[in-house]
DNA sequence: TCGTTTTTGTTAAACGTTTACTTTATAAGT
DNA sequence: ACTTATAAAGTAAACGTTTAACAAAAACGA
C-alpha cells in the first residue's frame, strides 16, 4: 500500500499539516522537524497523491495543446518547443490532435476545460472566435497560437505574413515574371488568409490583373499541392507561390517527374514552416516562420496568465524570414 | 460559480446519489427521475469535477508518452497515432520529451508515476531495465515501444531488424559490392544492437572479414549522419547501410554535395522510419518500419492492461518491409 | 392477507490533501 | 513576576465526487 501524509505524520511524530508544509515549503518549519520529516518520507518512500492535491487546490499544472495536425512536421516542432518550455515552468502537457475537424476540436476543448488542464494553447481550425468561444469558459487560460479566429481579443502568438508574402511575389514581379500562381492553404485561417491578401496587394500594385485560374485552392495536403502544380503547369506559369510547406513537398514533386527545374524552368517561392534540407539546394524562395521562437512565447504567455489571472490580453506578432538564396 | 453535483441533486429534487448514478449509468434510474436529472444538468450548464472524480475513483484517464525526440518524424507520428488510438478508449495522452536524456526520462516517470498517468507508452533511452525500474511502480501499466531496454520483462511493441537488415546487406553483397560502410546509431539501444548484428552476420556469412574504418558511430542526428558519410566515402566504401534515416538525410545531403550518384556511384540501403518524399525517387534502398502499426498497437496493449490487470504481459514483434526500388 | 422480492431512491462515509484557525511554548518587555 | 509578542506546530474543516449500506414503495406469490 502506498504510503500517504498520515503515515509520514505518524513516523516522524509531527501533524500531518507540519508534513504538508515541509512539502510545499508553504509555512516555516524548524530545522529540527522538517528534518525528521523528510527522513519518514524517505523511509516510506512517501510522494503525495497528486489528485488529491489537485482536487484540493484546484490546479493540475497541465496545459493542453489542441493542434489541427500532429503529423505536420510544424506543429510537432511546436509541440516540441510547448513541451520544453512548460517543463522549465513545472507544466505538463496534454495534446489533442483534431485533424481539422470542428468535432475533434470542440470534444477537446471540453474536455481539457472540464478540469483537465490549467489552460490551453490552441491552433483552431474554426474561422470564427464566436464557434469555440462556448466551450472556453470565462478567464480561462488560452493562447491562441498560428492561427487566430476572427472576433477572439486575447492572448495570442503568430506571425504575420503578409507583408513578408507581398514583398516576395513583388519581387518576382520586379524580376519579370508575370504568370504567378497561387497554390493556398485552407481557406478559413486567419494565416492563408493573410497570405492571400499578400499575393493580391502585390500584383495589384504592380497593375497586374488577377488571373483566377492560376489561383488553386489546396487543402494543406502535399497530394493537392501535386495536383495544383499540375494545374498550374499546364495553365503556363513561370512562377508560383505556395502557402505552406507540406503543399510544397507534393508541388516539387510534381516539378521533379516533368523534368521541370526550378530556378531555370520556373520560380518557387514557399512558405517554410520548418527546416527541409534536401529543399535547400534548390533555388527555392521560402519565407520562414520562426516556429519555435513562436511555441516558446505561446508558452511563457500561458503560464503567466494562469499565475497572474489579471493580465491584460497580449497579442503577440511575430515576422518571418525571407530567404531568396534558399538557404 | 459553476454548479456542483449538489446544486443539480437539489434542482432535480433528488439525491446527489441519483445524480451520480445518471451520469455514469452505474445503476438504473427510472425514465422519470433521469429526465428531471437531465434537465436540470442542463439549465445549470453542470460538468462534473474531473478533480473531484479522479481523486475518488483513482483513475485519471490519461497515459502519459515519454519519448525520446518528438523533433524525429519517427516518434512524432507515433505520438500522432497513439493519440489517435486513446481517444478512441477515451483516454487522452499526456507528452514527456527526453531527448535521449537520462534525467529528463527518470524525471517524467517520476511525475507520470506519481498519480498523473493511469498509464505509460516509453520509447526509453536506457539500456537496462534496472535503471528505471525503480521508477515503475509494481504493476503499474507500461507497454515498451520501438526499444526494449534489456532485461525488461513485459509489454512491448517493437519491430525487429535483423532479418531485413541482414537480408539488405546480403543482397549488396550478392550483386558484388564489398566495401559496405555501415553508419550506427546510438549504440545503447536495442534497435541499434539488432541492425549491427544483422549487418556483421550478413558479412560473415559472405564470408567477408569486417572492416572497422568502414564501421562508423553516429547519434542519431543529420550533422552525424553527414560527417560520416563523409568519411566513409573518404574511406572508399561502395555501398553503405544507415542505421536511422535522420542520419539518411545528413548522409545523402553529403553525397549530394560531392557529386555522388546513389543507384550509380554508390549504394544506399537506410532505415526508413517514415515516408520520405523526395528521396523516393532516388535508387534509395529502404527497410521501412511500421511506425503506426506499432504505436497503434502499444495504445491498445496499454489500454487492456490498464482495464486488465491480470493480463499476462505480452510482447509484440513486428516485422519491417524491404523496398529495393527505393519506392 | 402477509411475507418476499424487485425497483427506485437516500444517507453518509470515504478518498488524501491544503489551509484557516487555534494552541502551546518560548522569548521579550516592563 | 506578569503581561505581551513571537515562533512553531497542531486541529479540523473543507474540496466534490463515488459508492456501500440502507430504506421505502411497489409488485408478486402463496
Known sequence: MKAKITDVAKMAGVSIATVSHVING???VSDNTRKKVEKAIRALDYSPNISARSFK??????????????????????????EDTLSLHGYNLVVVNTRE????????????TSGIADGIIIASTFQNYTEIQPYLPEDFPVVQIDRLPAGYVGDSVRVSTFAAVKAAVADLI??????IGYIASISRLSSTVERDQGYRRALEEAGIPL??????????????????MKKLVDAGVNAVFISNSVMAGGAMSYLDNCGLQIGRDIQVVSMRDYEWHRFQKEA????????????RLAAQQVVERIENPQLPG????????YHKAGA
Not at 496545459?63 to 495536425?69: C, H, N, R, S, T
Not at 495536403?221 to 495544383?228: E, F, I, L, M, P
Not at 527555392?284 to 511555441?295: D, F, G, L, W, Y
Not at 497580449?314 to 524570414?321: H, M, V
Request: with cysteine; net charge neutral; glycine share 8%.
Open 26 to 28: 508553504t509555512r516555516y
Open 57 to 82: 487546490t484546484g490546479r493540475r499544472n497541465l496545459i493542453g495543446y489542441v493542434a489541427p495536425d500532429i503529423g505536420n512536421r510544424f506543429f510537432a516542432l511546436i509541440l516540441e518547443e510547448i
Open 101 to 112: 475537424d470542428y468535432d475533434r476540436e470542440i470534444a477537446g476543448l471540453k474536455l481539457l
Open 174 to 179: 520586379a524580376e519579370g515574371y508575370t504568370r
Open 211 to 228: 488571373d483566377p485560374a492560376l489561383v488553386m485552392q489546396g487543402d494543406a495536403r502535399s497530394r493537392s499541392g501535386y495536383d495544383c
Open 284 to 295: 527555392v524562395r521560402t519565407i520562414e516562420q520562426p516556429a519555435k521562437e513562436m511555441a
Open 314 to 321: 497580449r497579442e503577440t506578432i511575430l515576422r518571418p524570414t
